[in-house]
């Protein structure tokens, strides 16, 4: 199925966190250059609905609730929507079942056994094809819709509010995007065996404000645990950053829009970087590059070659994977990334 075809109203399922939501909508965003008249809805979560607004191809989102009752009721939702063409990304059943009762006439999703009695089209699941990147997989089911290519950049618009509250932040620091080197350090995620030593966090950050007179700013995720790393690091250092305030993933966005640089982990925020054409760093342990990194120009990945790594061990009493990333490779990465980037010191 690689011909245009006479689609009005897309219906997306995909429920997923920031990383793979965003590469997940690479693979979308083309959609809208085929058929520019068609509406393009997502079935997601609660935490995905108001974010992915600020996407310009998609239409409107609808929230995915798990009970029968629930159910039942987004079919009846769906079906208003007059939806002619689903896209699963999804390997549990119940969301083929929910794309069969839509009564679209093309319901695309991966070639699982059960699943495929209800779907139209199928594409190969290379979730466990360690050498292929994440992006191709979730392009392998639209590209069935014509699709040549997916797009790493995303047009993404924060609401009003959200761009407000990230500019207040930056008076009230006397922050200038346009002449200050802002640099983010995001230096959390929801995986502990990924993370990084502190004291190396916080001679990185010295290093910035020192000797580029840069403006640092640490973020972090909504728990209080990620918040707690960021003030540890910050008590290590003998310059002062600045800790951002408590940003929902609309206001992150925004306040990634103004970076020059993040500094990050594998993890959520590097792949919104990417997307928003913000440069990037990032620190790679147990995580699969092949997969999941990008090799984008103006990104940068450290790594080291261990024997155990890549590997899906959540806490790990010995990342020798991270703990042999020294601060100087890191210091040594940032001088070669601000003077390709033409960042003054």
């Known amino acids: 199925?690689?011909?245009?075809?006479?689609?009005?109203?897309?219906?997306?399922?995909?429920?997923?966190?920031?990383?793979?939501?965003?590469?997940?909508?690479?693979?979308?965003?083309?959609?809208?250059?085929?058929?520019?008249?068609?509406?393009?809805?997502?079935?997601?979560?609660?935490?995905?609905?108001?974010?992915?607004?600020?996407?310009?191809?998609?239409?409107?989102?609808?929230?995915?609730?798990?009970?029968?009752?629930d159910t039942l009721s987004t079919i009846r939702i769906l079906r208003k929507l007059d939806i002619d063409t689903v896209i699963n990304f999804e390997r549990a059943?119940?969301?083929?079942?929910?794309?069969?009762?839509?009564?679209?006439?093309?319901?695309?999703?991966?070639?699982?056994?059960?699943?495929?009695?209800?779907n139209t089209n199928f594409a190969k699941d290379l979730k466990d094809d360690p050498s292929i990147h994440m992006r191709q997989r979730y392009f392998e089911l639209t590209k069935l819709l014509g699709i040549e290519d997916f797009e790493t950049i995303l047009n993404f618009t924060p609401i009003p509010s959200a761009s407000e509250k990230v500019e207040v932040f930056?008076?009230?620091?006397?922050?200038?995007?346009?002449?200050?080197?802002?640099?983010?350090?995001?230096?959390?995620?929801?995986?502990?065996?990924?993370?990084?030593?502190?004291?190396?966090?916080?001679?990185?950050?010295?290093f910035l404000i020192k000797e580029y007179n840069a403006k640092v700013i640490f973020t972090y995720g909504p728990s209080d645990d990620q918040l707690q790393t960021c003030l540890d690091i910050i008590k290590k250092m003998s310059n002062q950053p600045i800790l951002s305030f408590k940003t929902n993933l609309i206001e992150f966005g925004a306040l990634l829009k103004k970076l020059k640089l993040l500094i990050c982990l594998d993890s959520g925020p590097l792949h919104f970087a990417v997307s928003l054409n913000t440069p990037t760093i990032s620190l790679w342990g147990r995580g699969n590059i092949k997969q999941w990194a990008t090799d984008a120009y103006n990104h940068w990945i450290i790594s080291k070659n261990v024997e155990c790594s890549p590997c899906s061990k959540f806490e790990c009493e010995n990342p020798i994977c991270m703990s042999q990333i020294s601060s100087t490779d890191m210091i040594n990465q940032i001088k070669t990334a601000c003077s390709k980037l033409g960042l003054a010191k």
């Open 170 to 206: 930056f008076n009230q620091h006397k922050i200038d995007p346009v002449k200050d080197l802002v640099i983010g350090i995001n230096p959390v995620t929801g995986f502990k065996s990924k993370y990084w030593i502190n004291d190396r966090w916080a001679e990185v950050a010295d």
């Open 93 to 118: 059943l119940k969301k083929s079942i929910i794309a069969f009762f839509t009564k679209s006439k093309i319901r695309i999703g991966y070639d699982i056994f059960l699943n495929n009695f209800f």
């Open 1 to 69: 199925m690689k011909e245009k075809l006479n689609i009005k109203n897309i219906l997306v399922i995909r429920l997923a966190g920031l990383g793979d939501m965003l590469l997940t909508l690479s693979a979308i965003a083309p959609l809208k250059k085929i058929y520019p008249d068609a509406n393009i809805f997502f079935l997601t979560d609660n935490a995905n609905l108001k974010f992915l607004k600020c996407f310009d191809f998609v239409t409107d989102t609808i929230e995915y609730k798990r009970g029968l009752k």
